[in-house]
């Protein structure tokens, strides 16, 4: 499938009326699968789009986590990153590239102790040196 197509599916899936910013911020996050931070996509795509605005890409990736078009999680800082794959998954941040890494996980015995508490969100983060760096 085209990008151009692939974008606008994915949009119209999730319910999400296309505008020129849009797309480009979705076309960058199919590129970038570093999840990166709004910072990060408005530092890049500004450079191709000099009318963007930082406030725009912030909105948009709202939007995206609202209609569950991207998942996000936050590897150091307080800093949010965006990431296309919305399945359940944990992360591994490599502390040399600051490469990260998604890794399936399932492991809901270990909530047996939450008995009775309201998870709504869960972040497995794990951190090291990555293959590549090693
Ligand atoms: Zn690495
Ligand atoms: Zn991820």
Same mark, same amino acid.
Request: proline fraction near 2%; include cysteine; aromatic fraction near 12%.
């Given at each position: 499938?085209?990008?151009?197509? *692939? =974008? ?6 999730? $319910?999400?009326?296309?505008? +020129?910013?849009r797309i480009q911020i ?6 970038? #699968? &570093?999840?990166?931070? %709004? #910072? =990060? =996509?408005?530092?890049?795509?500004? !450079?191709? !789009?000099? %009318?963007?605005?930082?406030? !725009?890409?912030y909105n948009t990736l ?5 209609? /569950?078009?991207?998942? !996000?999680?936050?590897?150091? *800082?307080?800093?949010?990153? +965006? $990431?296309? +794959?919305?399945?359940?998954? /944990? ?10 890494? &998604? ?5 809901? #015995? %270990? +909530?047996?102790?939450?008995? /009775?508490? #309201?998870?709504?969100?869960?972040? =497995?983060?794990? *951190?090291?040196?990555? *293959?590549?760096?090693?």
């Amino acid at each position: 499938m085209l990008k151009e197509d *692939k =974008i606008l599916t994915l949009l119209k899936e999730h $319910d999400i009326r296309p505008s +020129y910013q849009r797309i480009q911020i979705l076309g960058y996050l199919l590129e970038d #699968d &570093n999840h990166p931070t %709004a #910072d =990060i =996509i408005f530092t890049n795509l500004q !450079t191709l !789009t000099p %009318a963007i605005s930082r406030a !725009t890409v912030y909105n948009t990736l709202n939007l995206f986590e609202e209609k /569950g078009l991207v998942s !996000t999680m936050t590897a150091d *800082k307080f800093e949010t990153r +965006y $990431d296309l +794959y919305t399945d359940e998954h /944990g992360h591994f941040v490599c502390k040399l590239c600051g490469g990260i890494y &998604n890794f399936d996980y399932k492991y809901h #015995d %270990a +909530y047996e102790e939450l008995e /009775g508490f #309201d998870i709504e969100k869960e972040e =497995i983060l794990v *951190k090291g040196v990555c *293959k590549k760096c090693k």
